[in-house]
């Protein structure tokens, strides 16, 4: 009795112990990314392709439902991860790609019409997200008209509007006008709807990335820029855009990173990371983001070599 007492001991232990080996061999092998939602369309391109070539390497994209402490990977382009290398040692950060803001408003502003006359430099583009209008106090026959437009903007962590903010010397709150909840996607919707609409929003909300056209009932605003970029702007060629914007800087245009927040000793992590920086900036383009610039894109690489090698010791 005794002897069949321990050998069902001894079978549900040897059980145990498989199912545990088994689910930290799955474990091991799966990284689990969690995304803003702007990058995700890039993200899910980045994933499928890596796992052509990497069919033993498990990514999968964290849900509404994923457990914090379940997530290895945070994609984002709203520049909370500074310096979280510093806070945290086990912790690193790549960046992958960037990403532009453009303002733009809806295509039967009146207002509009007034704005393409003149251009819009760095002052009068700060008015008219962050003060009184420059035309409203210079013209008061057109105060009226002015104070009808409608600014639109995020309100959270994760919205362009702290990048676009800091870009001009302000910080988020200050930018004035309605505030709308949740992902900036809803800005599109709001100024859609809304005539005397007026909002800012990245390169790859604005436009369609099938047609490669601005989206419905938008208008980008004419900036003072050099005519090359100015007439892409007039153009809503996205394609222009984006080449332009990685040759050259304007101070009307905020370009941000988007980085990974990783475990620094995770060897699938690394490796994925790094078949972005090498195959997967061919896809930046089409969903909408700027590849890094040559220098930069060799730093991030080396990084990785770096950070692959103190972890493999």
Not at 226 to 251: F, H, P, T, Y
Request: glycine share 4%.
């Amino acid at each position: 009795m005794k002897k069949s007492i321990i050998i069902y001991i001894t079978a549900v232990f040897l059980i145990f112990s498989i199912t545990v080996a088994a689910q930290n061999s799955r474990s091991k092998d799966k990284v689990i990314v969690k995304s803003e939602q702007f990058i995700t369309p890039l993200l899910k391109k980045w994933i499928s392709d890596f796992k052509v070539i990497n069919p033993d390497i498990q990514i999968e994209l964290a849900s509404n439902n994923t457990r914090a402490e379940d997530i290895d990977v945070f994609l984002t382009g709203s520049g909370n991860l500074i310096n979280v290398e510093e806070k945290n040692k086990s912790r690193a950060i790549s960046s992958v790609g960037r990403y532009a803001i453009l303002p733009v408003a809806n295509i039967r502003n009146p207002y509009l019409q007034e704005i393409k006359k003149k251009k819009i430099n760095s002052k009068q583009l700060k008015d008219l997200f962050f003060e009184e209008s420059v035309l409203a106090v210079s013209n008061k026959s057109k105060k009226e008209e002015i104070s009808n437009v409608t600014v639109y903007s995020g309100n959270n962590s994760k919205s362009g509007a702290e990048t676009f903010a800091a870009h001009f010397g302000f910080p988020g709150e200050d930018i004035k006008g309605k505030k709308i909840v949740g992902d900036d996607i809803f800005l599109i919707q709001a100024i859609q709807k809304d005539n005397t609409g007026l909002s800012f929003n990245k390169i790859s909300y604005l436009f369609d990335g099938d047609t490669r056209k601005l989206k419905n009932d938008l208008a980008i605003l004419p900036l003072d820029v050099k005519r090359d970029l100015s007439d892409a702007l007039a153009n809503a060629n996205i394609d222009e855009l984006l080449q332009l914007l990685e040759r050259e800087k304007s101070d009307l245009i905020p370009v941000a990173d988007i980085k990974f927040s990783y475990e620094n000793d995770n060897a699938e992590i690394i490796n994925f990371i790094k078949w972005i920086l090498s195959d997967g900036q061919e896809f930046n383009h089409q969903f909408g983001f700027l590849n890094l610039e040559p220098a930069e894109l060799a730093l991030e690489i080396k990084k990785l070599d770096d950070i692959y090698l103190t972890s493999s010791n």
